[in-house]
């Protein structure tokens, strides 16, 4: 078991970071932050957010300076908790932890999976290109689906265009999001790191740290898992696996035994999965080791599972909890669906029958998002507006929950609409 360093490092709630492909959503990660998300060679060399990615920083304050000057980030301040324009002592607001969603249409699944992990979200959107753009839409509607209700928009890149293209890019934000949502919109330019503390300032007013309910039995969804050894490691040095998420409930302390559905398929029974046991030996938050960890904010839970388990993010989409409390495993699903009327996460096209949401039928292929997973449902049978599915892979899921549903339009996974969990 791991000695804690230090306590009360864990930050208090996610923001997400969604918009369009190439909007700048990971360059104002950084520029809040100091941490460049994209950090896996495929995405250094392509450029483009693959996998999600994270971040935290702390949001400051000076008492002395007048708004919007007076907010700012540990990154930002450089000088500690030193006021970088008067020199006064910083005052603490919050911790926070970013989530930056891949913005690319080919990668909607993993901004979904995402999404069940915001408590808020930061909409990017490029002055330089008209809004909406397909992608603008299409995270746009994940959110409304997921309950991401919190919203701040960022006009970023104003430093590209003219005033007359930011204001008209303004009026088609505000057209954009009419009737839809309230949300401020923030002229920003991510690069040069202008009006940061403007964007702060709106983000404490729009995006309040949720009332979190610790006083029950545990539940983190897994969003990534790693093995943390090098290659040619002796047996003798080797660490267990690693898993990344949030608790969206409950608390979780080093010395816990978990348990993790579904766990890994077995072999011996195809489309069935054996669920995992292991000991909670290291917590992690905010680049410092914590002996608890509650709701709110990304943590890394240090176990003794065979890293061969954790490796390339296998484990992405279960669930941890404490045994005979976690919610059903589930190979079938009965829903109650609300599908769109239009398939928002396309191109307009001529063909208008394309942009029509079509009614679903029996013996289709569906993705489902679930919380953090990610799966393939097939639907048995359709009863007025209950829909049954069959899932190639389980997943934990409780009476209520929300999904998220797309069709496979164009060769593209494409958001259609939700369901709700009544069985």
Not at 93 to 110: K, N, Y
Not at 130 to 148: G, N, W
């Amino acid at each position: 078991m791991v000695k804690t360093t230090n306590k009360g490092k864990q930050s208090e709630i996610n923001i997400g970071l969604v918009g369009h492909v190439d909007h700048g959503k990971t360059t104002l990660v950084e520029a809040m932050s100091g941490e460049w998300t994209d950090r896996h060679s495929e995405e250094k060399r392509r450029g483009i957010s693959i996998k999600l990615g994270y971040a935290d920083t702390v949001f400051m304050k000076c008492p002395s300076c007048p708004e919007p000057e007076c907010y700012t980030t540990e990154f930002l301040a450089k000088k500690g908790n030193k006021c970088p324009r008067c020199g006064e002592e910083l005052e603490l607001l919050r911790r926070v932890s970013f989530i930056d969603a891949p913005g690319h249409e080919i990668l909607m699944a993993t901004m979904i999976s995402g999404a069940a992990l915001m408590d808020g979200a930061v909409l990017v959107i490029a002055a330089n290109e008209s809004c909406p753009q397909p992608q603008t839409r299409e995270h746009f509607a994940s959110l409304q689906i997921t309950q991401v209700n919190n919203l701040v928009i960022a006009q970023n890149k104003i430093e590209i265009v003219s005033e007359k293209k930011a204001i008209e890019n303004y009026l088609q934000i505000n057209e954009f999001i009419k009737n839809k949502i309230e949300a401020p919109i923030i002229p920003i330019s991510a690069i040069h790191k202008a009006n940061i503390d403007l964007l702060i300032q709106f983000i404490e007013k729009t995006i309040p740290t949720p009332k979190r309910n610790v006083k029950v039995p545990p539940l983190m969804w897994i969003a990534r898992s790693f093995d943390i050894n090098k290659p040619g490691s002796h047996p003798s040095q080797l660490k267990g696996g690693v898993l990344g998420g949030s608790i969206s409930r409950g608390k979780l302390r080093v010395g816990d035994e978990i348990l993790i559905l579904p766990g890994y398929p077995d072999r011996k029974n195809p489309g069935k999965y054996i669920p995992l046991t292991t000991e909670i030996i290291s917590l992690y938050a905010s680049n410092s080791l914590i002996d608890e960890a509650g709701p709110g904010g990304l943590i890394g839970i240090g176990t003794k599972l065979d890293p061969a388990l954790t490796k390339a993010d296998s484990l992405i989409g279960n669930v941890i909890g404490y045994k005979d409390k976690l919610p059903p495993l589930r190979y079938e699903l009965q829903v109650e669906v609300k599908l769109m009327e239009r398939v928002v996460g396309i191109k307009t096209t001529k063909d208008e029958k394309l942009m029509v949401v079509k009614k679903l039928q029996k013996g289709e292929r569906l993705m489902i998002n679930i919380g953090a997973a990610t799966l393939v449902g097939i639907i048995t049978k359709i009863h007025n507006d209950i829909t049954e599915m069959k899932l190639i892979k389980p997943a934990c899921a409780e009476k209520g929950d929300r999904i998220a549903i797309s069709r496979l339009i164009n060769k593209r996974w494409r958001l259609i609409g939700y369901g709700i969990i009544v069985d």
